[in-house]
């Protein structure tokens, strides 16, 4: 896809973003794009920063730190949003501005002691299996609260909110229910005390389904393939 194509995406995208806030009574400042360029080269991902995204996603931490210094000039931030092994927690850290993907207190406890050593404090969410499929990383319903309870009490971590990557459904309205349960879980969350007030954010939403999203309350969209078109390989 050629880079005027990719600019023309990334306005069409705002706009629909802009769209979705306004049917749901949101400010448009409460979103953010989180311009999802897992295997994307940096050539098209210069198009879609030099038209105005600020946030990209990757899910692995090897493709992001190759892509990284080739766009070094830019002022973007990096979210790790694939899953992460507790053996490359060190590295995340060194690299990402936020992990969406937190999903076990082991995890957690190595993100917190790496980021103690690099002296930072490292906003992160917690991932949930919201259809509970045997493929896809995430605590289930039950384990959410307990683990936001213990996460929320490791020093030098920001616990932003709950990430989740509900089943794939042609249709944006049958997501929508998991896209309600996820906020639910974040005002339970809030309600019982056991999370910081800050507690607020709602990593949700994708290139087919982010609208719906919006209107559910996403903080957080990770829009891939609306932006860059479709992958050559996941
Ligand atoms: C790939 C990916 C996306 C983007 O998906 P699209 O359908 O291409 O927009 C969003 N979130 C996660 C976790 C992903 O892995």
Redesign the pocket.
Known sequence: MAADQIAHNVAEIESRITTACQRAGRSRDEVTLVA?S?TVEPERIRAALAAGVKVL?E?RVQEALTKMPELAEYDVQWHL??HLQSNKARKAVECFAAIHTVDSFKLAERLAASSDELNQRLPIFIEVNLGDEASKAGVTEADVLPLCEQVARLPHLALKGLMA?PPFLDNPEEVRPYFRRLRQLRDEALKTGIVPASFTQLSMG???DFEVAIEEGATFV?????LFGT?QYI
Not at 222 to 226: D, L
């Open positions: 999802v897992k996603g899910n949003i694939g990557v994708m290139s087919n990770r829009v891939g393939t609306a992958r």
